[in-house]
């Protein structure tokens, strides 16, 4: 095969990490199964020892059809290696555990998905790491929080759901100096998008369940970095805790990279002519998407990736009552809690993926009454602007 890095994102897609068994089928093998045979014992007890590079043991530690989605990911992003996992809270939540012990300091960013929350707030805390949270978007407060040790730096590159942008090549190069490891949530960015590991990211967390999939049908997710990380820390701490991704799962999700970049485009191409009708209609008081000039990142982003993502929120004017009004009336657009959907789907966060929050902390993290968190899908984009419109128009 052509060397790796003669070729381009969209040609990784389509055939990274491929293996043929001896048919040579054309679609990739889904070996559903949860282990291996061994010709003999002494077989046996040479994988258990080392296992070569085609070797598997348990589809708890690897599987030959999560192999291909981690080496296409892996590609894809720029990484040496990666490891699938269950879910994008198993990715989480596994890399956090797998590099932190008790005594360590992590310092995050505190606009973050309910559930990555959850983990630095009540999870770490119990087990002695302490949490420091800044506003991602003032360097000034990583500058100062970065000026003691820290182990870890944790992050969403683009955020749930108020899509505040990170300044990632500085703050990882501030995370650098203070000895820490940077571990990057890139769920809104993809892979698409993202230039994490160019800008200096050691671990980049996806949650596959989101652009990966695409269609919203499974579950997943997946840590990329370098192999020393990879398999010298976290494939050790997953494949003992039982956070592994299922054969079935990979191979919808190897699936799925075969068609991210088209469909990210697209629907990034909507979210933009959608993000930019919005901010002109009277009962929006705000759209919040890195592609719109007045974006508070929108320089930053142009800087530091390849694209604005495919989400973006706004404020009704008219609170939570608008909010229910406006959801209630559409008919095309699909009232749910995933993203990165080939169906367009509308969120009240202060009501469903952030409602555990307390109201100061959603205040903070600017999770208003009025907000809607959009995900914008595959439709023609001439049906959503008419059922956003006319949605609107109910209010
Ligand atoms: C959805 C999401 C997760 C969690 O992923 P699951 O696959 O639902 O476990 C983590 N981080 C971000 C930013 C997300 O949007």
């Avoid at 009501?351 to 109201?359: E, G, I, S, V, Y």
């Amino acid at each position: 095969m052509i060397p790796k890095d003669r070729l381009k994102s969209r040609t990784i897609a389509v055939h990274g990490g491929a293996r043929r068994s001896q048919y040579g089928e054309m679609a990739e093998a889904m070996y559903l199964t949860q282990g291996f045979a061994y010709p003999d014992a002494e077989s046996a007890e040479a994988r258990f020892v080392k296992a070569g590079e085609d070797e598997f043991i348990y589809a708890r530690y690897g599987n030959p059809t999560t192999a291909v989605f981690e080496e296409r990911i892996a590609a894809l992003e720029g990484t040496e290696d990666a490891f699938a996992t269950a879910s994008g809270m198993a990715a989480v939540s596994g890399a956090l555990t797998a590099l932190l012990k008790a005594g360590d300091r992590v310092v995050a960013s505190r606009a973050l998905f309910g559930s990555c929350l959850y983990v630095l707030e009540e999870v770490l805390a119990r087990f002695g790491v302490t949490v420091d949270f800044v506003d991602g978007t003032d360097a000034a407060q990583w500058v100062d929080a970065l000026s003691a040790p820290a182990q870890v730096v944790f992050l969403e590159s683009v955020s749930n759901p108020t899509l505040e942008v990170i300044d990632l090549p500085n703050v990882c190069r501030l995370a650098h100096q203070a000895g820490a490891l940077v571990v990057v949530d890139n769920a809104f960015a993809t892979p698409v998008f993202s230039r994490a590991v160019e800008h200096g990211a050691d671990l980049i967390v996806y949650s596959a369940t989101k652009h990966i999939d695409g269609q919203g049908r499974c579950l997943g997710g997946v840590i990329c970095g370098p192999r020393e990380l990879i398999r010298g820390k976290i494939e050790p701490y997953l494949k003992h805790t039982g956070g592994a991704m299922s054969p079935f799962n990979a191979w919808v999700m190897m699936n799925g990279l075969t068609t991210l970049e088209l469909r990210v485009r697209a629907q990034a191409h909507s979210a933009q002519t959608i993000a930019e009708a919005l901010e002109k209609h009277d009962a929006v008081a705000k759209v919040l998407f890195p592609g719109l000039p007045s974006h508070p990142q929108h320089a930053l982003t142009q800087a530091t990736m390849d694209g604005p993502g495919t989400v973006l929120a706004f404020d009704l004017k008219g609170g939570k009552a608008a909010a229910f009004a406006f959801m209630n009336a559409l008919q095309v657009v699909l009232i749910s809690n995933n993203l990165g959907d080939a169906r367009t789907i509308a969120t009240h966060p202060a009501t469903t993926t952030h409602q555990r929050l307390p109201d100061p902390q959603k205040e903070t993290l600017g999770i208003t009454p009025g907000l809607i968190r959009l995900s914008v899908g595959l439709e023609a984009v001439e049906d959503l602007l008419d059922d956003l419109e006319t949605a609107l128009a109910a209010i």
